[in-house]
DNA sequence: CTCACAATACCTAAAAATTGGTATTTTTCC
DNA sequence: GGAAAAATACCAATTTTTAGGTATTGTGAG
């Protein structure tokens, strides 16, 4: 295990008792210095805001928001801090838009400490931890999406859930016309015309790579 | 079996072999007065529009046409003409779109003459014909989309595949602003928001329908 | 250190979709 | 026969998308 100094956490869990485990599990490695704790998204914007710090284990239920929403404004908050995604269950899709989201590990509530300790290790060394039990529906090897980029791949999702351009551009703190040129390019890219074929095309994507990796 | 007289044929198909064999099957029937080959859509069309026929046999895949853009164009020439199509194999989701676009039957040419005779009696009596193997995907008994009416579910459809509201008003020989109707009709009638969502919804229904009658 | 690509953002103009009406004709059903 | 629903079509205004550019900044690969 490397060794890491001045590092801070922030842990964001509505969950009291999970919290308190997360807490003697890590609060005493030597390599964290600071471990403070919010139970909503709202307060862990504040403290992230202050703390600027390199950890973020962020639960993906919150009363407040869910893991998508709570990357972004994490992400705007503090563009430099890791975030790693916890739930209860993981499902490939979910994972798959956090992965896109940029967070930079995923793990179940369920992990081991070893697992966990490593997680937080390869996320300080920008190296991604995210289960490999079921290959993403979207990333496979072949899959024709991978000649777009990761914010192409992300807005064709929010155009696929028939949000605007407008409503992506402040979702993803853009402007309208960024949102527009991505739009226009992924069209491109795969030989679209429009959203209508854009849409169908991700549905179908969805589908037809689906069971062939569970 | 039903006593008609007078009863005018149109067969269209482009394989001459096959064409004879419907010639000898049902050329001597006493209720076909007529009955008129044509190997492609263009010289079934001038014949249709000359003699308006009662019936019409349609092969599904034609040198110059397909068996939906066939449809449109002879419902145009000949409204009051019913339409069965003639295909080698049979797929529920084209003859789903086969019967939106007012074919009155759809059989596969390994059928009996018993059959096909029914089935011309069955359309001169307005009543179709269709094979119940496999349950119609977007005609399922509890399907979301049974709120559309026939129109709207066609233009639903057409809207999916990409077409603007000018192509599909072109396609059906309807003003765009009737379409402009439809489409705002059944956007609402789903409780969707725009041309994404309705695609995604349309693309999910095929998928989450498919397999549960095969 | 470049070079390519990704991501960002702007301008302009045209095309298309959406919204909110109304209205007539045709079909369908009781 | 009469009511309801479907299909058709129009007007007008606004919003959104699409298409043609350009341009700057950051980042990762070689």
Redesign the pocket.
């Known amino acids: 295990m490397l060794n890491f100094s001045e590092i801070k956490l922030v842990h964001i869990d509505d969950h009291l008792l999970f919290a308190q485990g997360i807490n003697s599990l890590i609060g005493n490695e030597t390599f964290i210095n600071e471990l403070v704790h919010a139970q909503t998204l709202a307060e862990g914007l504040r403290i992230v805001e202050e703390l600027q710090p390199e950890l973020i284990l962020l639960d993906y239920f919150l009363p407040d928001s869910n893991g998508i929403e709570s990357l972004r404004l994490l992400n705007k908050t503090s563009p430099s801090s890791k975030v790693i995604l916890l739930t209860m269950e993981s499902n490939p899709d979910v994972m798959e838009k956090c992965r896109r989201e940029g967070a930079i590990g995923f793990l179940q509530k369920s992990i081991s400490k070893k697992a966990l300790l490593e997680a937080l290790n390869n996320a300080l060394q920008d190296i991604p931890t995210f289960p490999i039990t079921v290959q993403s529906s979207a990333e496979t090897p072949n899959s024709p999406l991978n ?1 777009l ?4 791949k992300q807005i064709a999702d929010l ?1 696929t859930e028939g ?4 409503e992506i ?1 402040e979702k ?1 703190f ?2 309208d ?2 949102v ?6 992924l ?2 890219k795969l030989g679209l ?4 074929q ?1 849409v169908a095309f991700i549905e179908k994507l969805k589908f037809s790579e689906k069971g062939s990796g569970v």
């Open positions: 000649i980029s990761k914010r192409e155009v949000f605007t351009s407008a551009a993803l853009l402007s016309l960024t527009n040129t991505h739009r226009r390019n069209i491109h015309k429009n959203t209508a854009l």
